[in-house]
């Protein structure tokens, strides 16, 4: 069993920076593929980020390339994502995820573990 309290979210005008963290419980975090998702009012759940427990590989959705950084720290538990240049069409409830696998997947149904979510709105 694996809990995840993501944290780092607010409100930020467009062009600037935040991080978010994902603390997890557990020993066997570091085995674990972890990811971010994001659902923005009346859409559905969409793909950011994520990142493999072997080599740490990484995958990003398109709309984040280049702007988004996923890293974690084993030691400490916790997943990051690094998020600049942010726009207003960023601004979404972000969720971090666990993979019992340890594979960077894309789909949502990968994933066994979800936090609760953190609200990051981007002003313009």
């Known amino acids: 069993q694996v809990q995840l309290v993501e944290s780092g979210g607010g409100l930020v005008q467009a062009g600037g920076s935040l991080r978010l963290d994902c603390a997890a419980s557990?020993?066997?975090?570091?085995?674990?593929?972890m990811g971010w998702f994001r659902q923005a009012p009346g859409k559905e759940r969409e793909f950011v980020a994520a990142?493999?427990?072997?080599?740490?590989?990484?995958r990003y959705a398109d709309s984040v390339k280049g702007r988004f950084t996923i890293s974690r720290d084993n030691a400490k538990n916790t997943v990051y994502l690094q998020m600049n240049s942010l726009k207003p069409e960023d601004t979404a409830v972000y969720y971090c995820?666990?993979?019992?696998?340890?594979?960077?997947?894309?789909?949502?149904?990968?994933?066994?573990?979800w936090g609760q979510g953190t609200q990051v709105t981007v002003s313009s």
């Open positions: 995820a666990a993979d019992r696998y340890g594979r960077d997947s894309p789909t949502e149904m990968d994933y066994d573990y």
């Open positions: 990142i493999s427990w072997i080599g740490g590989h990484t």
């Open positions: 557990g020993r066997t975090f570091s085995r674990y593929g």
